[in-house]
């Protein structure tokens, strides 16, 4: 990482929590500007790499220097906007870097196919202010700055959710019904802030926790938690406020639905979690409340609901949103544990359902791609027509399931330890039984992908195609990492076990 | 209960303006209807902010130089801090005390941070409108209607017809 940094121009490594942000949201200018597609999508690329380069330096900057606190125009952090790099969003930075560069990577075959070519230019560009946005949540120490830049990522999220209506109308309607509910959500989140910056008088976040802390809290403040709680959930997707999900990742291009299943609604919960854990303090009475009467709970009954309501659904991609809301479910649960052990398990849970989601979601596109399928009965036989990305949609699967040698196991099993620890019974059982619902459904799929006959024209079965290499490369790595974390755990539990000893420090 | 609600009579259009937009967006079918309820929804919480903002015999936040001689002397210094004292100091009461008592009793001036933030949201506000509307117009173009029991069956229709 050193090395990394040293390639870097002298500037780029101290500016590094601007550039982050800054650099996509000028790409996204430039993109649009672009004649044709893939001049975009080089342009996307570029920016993508750049990203996660610096997602990798400031890793290695919080590493060995800890917190980063970068005064935006330079003005001094209670005052100005405060960029803040801990060991709690650093994490985050580095799943939206790099699977943000996965999945351009993947965009290029994938939008060419679906979007058509006069749009593909703008449409890079509106994916490029999504990433900005949801780089600028994760980065900001700033609480109104969070909503304006997840509004950012939201606002092009429900256009580059539209754009799947070249192929299906319905991602008209599954977007227009996510903005609604999207910007309910954020407004409430706003109303929220409001409420805290009317109790403390200052809008940085850490700021907030110390006066908070200091002054004590009253209704006040306890509106804005349950205000927060409600806008940030529905943004990522918790149980009961999950409605907009599954329509917006059925109908969406192949590409959006891999981005935004492994990025959008995580850094949703991270905001959550850093709302949670840093601006109110876990020891508060209603805040500890909250964790087991409101997170677990709507963490079990998500795992429960969701994964069944999974497997009746006869849209693969439809199958797969729901069964995101459950894993959503099983976040909260760690979250809900409000323990350091239960938050880091939430928090593996959160980087390996990146993985699983990603290569899953690319999979189904790269079967969609060559065969134009995407109801479940469709995928009859793919395993014998495309073995390559039918081996990676069942690596991904397997873990889905949590099947061990794969990382699906590695964030369950330290699920299950962090409830042991707590006494929860119940949510060990919880996570059995859903993972029980979580194999019918992977089942269901596998047993379509591989137990079927391809179907035959005229007595002629369908041919092998391969996927483009554009397609396989990244879906492979994924899936590659889904079994390669299981064998080397530490990394992704360390980063996760550094996040929840970072927000739960000191106790 | 009178003197409660007297006492903070600045929420009360609020909390009828929300709950109005709310209700909007729950209770019509029409998609533009229900973008006209998220607005209201929306210039709601403006509203709040706005008023958070007041200080009661505040004066707008424009730094007054008041003549005095020693005054005059920090004139330069107190306008490069004006803006940051008025965005930090916003609405802690103790900083703000603090901080009359330091200027000149006329620079007593409102909050402007929430009206900046608000300047921010409203426009948040409207690109969040314009996408919506241009949503209600490609549904439009592709269904026909923008009424939600219709477009409903459209797609139930679309979801039996094709599966054979």
Known sequence: MDMLASLLPAGAAVHAPALIVVVPLIAAAIAALMPRGPWAWGVTLVTAIVVAVLSLVLLGQVSTGGVISYAMGGWPPPWGIELRVDMLNVPLLLLV?????????????SVADEIGPRKEALFYSAFLVCFAGLLGVTITGDAFNVFVFLEISSISTYTIIAMGAAKDRRALTASYNYLVLGTIGATFFVIGVGFLYMATGTLNMADMAVILEANGHNRVT??????????????????????????????????????????????????????????????????????????????????????VQAVFQTDARRLLAYSSVAQVGYMMLGLGMGTAAGLSAGLLHLMNHAL?????????????????????KDLAGLGQTMPASAMAFTVAGLSLV??????????????VTAALDRGWWWAVAALMISSLLALAYVARLLAAIWMETPPSHHGEIAKRRLAPWMVLAPMGILAVANVYFFFHADPLVGLARAAADAVMGGQ | MLDILIERFNYIPIIILMMTGLYVIIATGNLV????????????VFLLYITIGKVFGGQPPI???????????????????????????????????????HYAAEAVYSNPLPHVLILTAIVVGVATLAVGLALVVRIRESYGTIEDDALNAADYSLETGSSE
Not at chain 1, 369 to 375: A, E, I, Q, S, T
Not at chain 1, 403 to 414: A, D, I, R
Not at chain 2, 33 to 44: A, I, M, N, P
Not at chain 2, 86 to 94: E, H, I, N, S, V
């Open chain 2, 33 to 44: 209807k229900r973008l006209v309820g998220l607005s209201l929804f929306q210039t709601s």
């Open chain 2, 63 to 101: 730094l007054v130089d008041s003549g005095h001689g020693e005054d005059a002397g920090h004139g330069a210094e107190t306008a490069a801090h004006g803006a940051e004292t008025a965005a930090g100091y916003g609405a802690d009461a103790a900083h703000y005390a603090a901080d009359t008592a």
């Open chain 1, 97 to 109: 870097g790099i699977v943000g560069l996965l999945c351009v990577i993947y965009a290029l075959p």
């Open chain 1, 402 to 415: 949590g099947v061990p040698l794969t990382v699906g196991f590695t964030s369950k099993w330290y699920l």
């Open chain 1, 356 to 376: 699983m989601k990603g290569a899953l979601f690319m999979a189904l596109g790269a079967f969609a791609l060559n065969f134009g399928v995407r109801r479940v």
């Open chain 1, 222 to 307: 306890q509106a804005a938690f349950a205000f927060i709680v409600v806008g940030l959930g529905l943004k990522a997707a918790m149980f009961p406020l999950h409605v907009w999900l599954p329509n917006a990742y059925a109908f969406a291009p192949n590409f959006v639905t891999a981005f935004l299943a492994s990025t959008a609604t995580k850094v949703a919960f991270y905001a959550l979690i850093r709302f949670v854990f840093s601006v109110f303090h876990p020891d508060v009475s209603f805040v500890s409340m909250s964790f087991t009467w409101l997170f677990a709970v709507v963490g079990v009954v998500a795992m429960m609901v969701a994964s």
